[in-house]
């Protein structure tokens, strides 16, 4: 029987051009209809539910007003994008979101020509719309650029960044701030919408241009204090100071939700606006659907749901996530040490920081998207003897790669970087993949850099980077349960720079860093059945290396096969590159580096992901064939 639900009106659009043709009086049922469809997609798919139900009617009012693609469209972030990809050609794959071979939960540049910048990292809108409306001034090409941009974004300094150059530029930009957690001032009703169309109209406007032309001729100084004045006396009505001073023309707030309020100012702007212009709009997470307006926080990404109750599908846990162990290991440590703590960039749940802060409030710090501020400021701790622990995702800390760089490698400061997400993430793609991070942070010196084969050894790096104050250090482990080992009452402190044997053989030696440890002891099984005797080791740190036990691999084994789930410049080159130097690969040695293939991968499941990148249980055991020039497959019970 077809649950989906009735869409008449949305059934009318195809495309954004289709919404010409619909009545304003109609808008606010289209709006419920269009809710309806994304609630109805996500529930099957899972994804970022609560941010894409809180801008339908602002989403819809742009594409109504603006002639998107010609005018150019950016989301901020891309959570909510989703009515966006209603609208715009892509409803019949709507509920193929995030998954293999559909669309990307992601604003995507190849996947539509109406997703003008590829988005998922955050406070991107506006110095890409900037770039555009540049480049229609360069080319004399009228065009509207807009930035729709949340208000957790506006915590990352690039946005004013942007803001300061966009002012500075005159450019034709409009910015409109989605502020969804109602953080920077409510509307204040009918007469806040009255301001708002009045600032907006065509008299306003013109009298403003006017104004300034007429200043502009009696001095820099004398205009500029006068524009000044103006727009202070027009700020203690309306708001927006900030934003006046950075050169934008400021208008808000206004409710986002209501129709009357939006189509005429975004009319006015369209019609009259010179310059650059920020609309301040209010909005509510979750929208028009109770359990994301209840719980915010916990519909802002789901998985799969039922729409009725709204109740989340959990899969059955077979063993504690990576985060949550990392988190219960740092609350034992700061526990015991009163130095230690906690530092994430707008992530608290992610990291499992949110766990830490409720045992240790004090030693527990979220500063906003704003990941260079972090890492600078964790260096800043660490300066007076605390113990920072910058919890961040891999995709995340390569904002942050200069101050890593220069404020505390250079420095060596013992800053700890516990990294997230490491390795292929499944649904959410290359721009959230964790694949550069031991490539980045191994070429520095004085680094430690470490990998958790499991559960376990992740307990025991979070007490060895507790214990290490020589320097930096990280140590990274992927989304999702762990394998299911034993785990320790507290982790022990590793001695810095040596791997284990984990399983002792003859012919192949297999050197995995991180999570594919569990792989290639399932292919040292294979190998073993078909008659090749094989080592597997654990090589715990990239950096330094375990020379004595990548000498005694090289030495004693016809075959070595590093395995990693990161970049290629990472761990295996590091190996190659003492193999080389020591003159180990002169002596009919065969080495084989297993990483992540040198493509962006799009979203599948990570199982699916480690299979197509060879680093699961049958890529290394084909690895071990053609290095040995041996060809036949495994019979159908080693498979």
Do not use: W
């Not at 604003?107 to 910048?117: A, L």
């Amino acid at each position: 029987m077809n649950t989906r639900p009735d869409t008449p009106l949305l059934d009318r659009v195809k495309i954004p051009a289709d919404l010409k043709q619909i009545e304003d009086r109609d808008m606010n049922q289209l709006a419920s209809e269009l809710r309806a469809e994304m609630v109805d997609a996500v529930s099957i798919t899972g994804g970022h539910l609560g941010a894409g139900l809180g801008v339908v009617e602002l989403t819809l009012a742009i594409h109504k007003v603006f002639d998107t693609p010609e005018d150019r469209l950016i989301f901020d972030v891309g959570h909510q994008c989703y009515p966006h990809k209603i609208l715009t050609g892509r409803r019949d794959r709507i509920r193929t979101l995030r998954q293999e071979d559909g669309l990307s939960g992601f604003t995507k540049r190849d996947e539509s020509e109406y997703d003008p910048f590829g988005a998922a990292h955050s406070s991107t809108s506006i110095s890409a719309g900037l770039g555009m409306a540049v480049a229609a001034q360069i080319k004399d090409r009228p065009r509207n650029v807009i930035a729709v941009i949340g208000d957790g974004a506006m915590s990352a300094g690039m946005a004013y960044e942007a803001l300061n150059n966009a002012g500075a530029l005159d450019a034709r930009l409009i910015v409109i701030l989605n502020d969804n957690d109602m953080s920077i001032a409510p509307p204040t009703g009918a007469m806040s919408a009255y301001l708002a169309r009045l600032a907006s109209g065509r008299t306003y406007m013109g009298f403003r241009e006017f104004g300034k032309k007429l200043t502009g001729y009696l001095g820099k100084a004398v205009d500029r204090a006068i524009t000044r004045a103006v727009e202070h006396a027009r700020g203690y009505v309306t708001g927006g100071t900030l934003f006046e001073e950075l050169g934008f023309y400021h208008i808000g707030p206004i409710d986002g939700h209501n129709f009357e309020h939006l189509l005429p100012v975004l009319r006015n702007v369209r019609d009259n606006a010179q310059g650059p212009v920020l609309i301040h709009v209010v909005t509510q997470k979750g929208k028009g659907y109770a359990p994301a307006e209840a719980a915010s926080d916990k519909y802002h990404g789901v998985s799969k749901f039922d729409v009725i109750t709204g109740a989340q599908s959990k899969a059955k846990a077979n063993a504690p996530s990576y985060t949550k162990v990392f988190a219960e290991a740092l609350i034992r440590e700061a526990d015991e040490d009163d130095r230690i703590v906690g530092v994430t960039a707008a992530m608290p749940s992610g990291t499992g920081l949110d766990l830490f802060k409720d045992a240790h409030p004090g030693r527990c710090f979220d500063v906003g998207i704003a990941e260079q501020h972090a890492v600078t400021f964790a260096a800043g701790l660490a300066t007076e003897g605390m113990k920072p622990f910058a919890a961040i995702y891999s995709t995340f800390l390569q904002r942050a790669y200069d101050q890593v760089v220069h404020d505390v490698a250079i420095q060596k400061l013992p800053v700890r970087f516990p990294i997230d997400r490491a390795g292929f993430v499944g649904a959410d793609g290359p721009t959230h993949a964790g694949s550069f991070d031991v490539t980045y942070l191994a070429t520095l010196p004085g680094f430690v850099v470490m990998a958790a084969a499991d559960e376990a050894e992740l307990k025991h790096m979070v007490r060895t980077a507790a214990a290490y104050d020589e320097g930096p250090c990280s140590f990274r482990y992927p989304r999702g349960e762990g394998v299911g080992v034993e785990l320790p009452e507290r982790g022990s402190v590793l001695e810095i720079g040596k791997g284990r044997i984990v399983r002792q053989g003859g012919k192949i030696a297999l050197l995995s860093l991180g999570t594919r440890l569990a792989d290639c002891l399932l292919a040292a099984e294979d190998l073993d059945a078909a008659g090749l005797a094989t080592t597997v080791a654990d090589a715990r740190f990239a950096k330094p290396l375990d020379t004595d036990l990548i000498v005694q691999l090289a030495r004693h084994h016809e075959v070595l096969v590093t395995v990693e789930e990161g970049a290629i410049g990472g761990f295996g080159d590091h190996v190659l590159h003492f193999l080389a130097h020591q003159g180990l690969l002169e002596n009919g040695l065969k080495v084989r580096p297993l990483v992540m293939p040198d493509v962006f991968m799009d979203q599948a499941k990570p199982e699916i992901m480690n299979s197509r990148a060879g680093l699961d249980r049958k890529g290394i055991v084909d690895t071990v064939f053609r290095a040995l020039g041996e060809s036949g497959k495994l019979t159908s019970t080693q498979a």
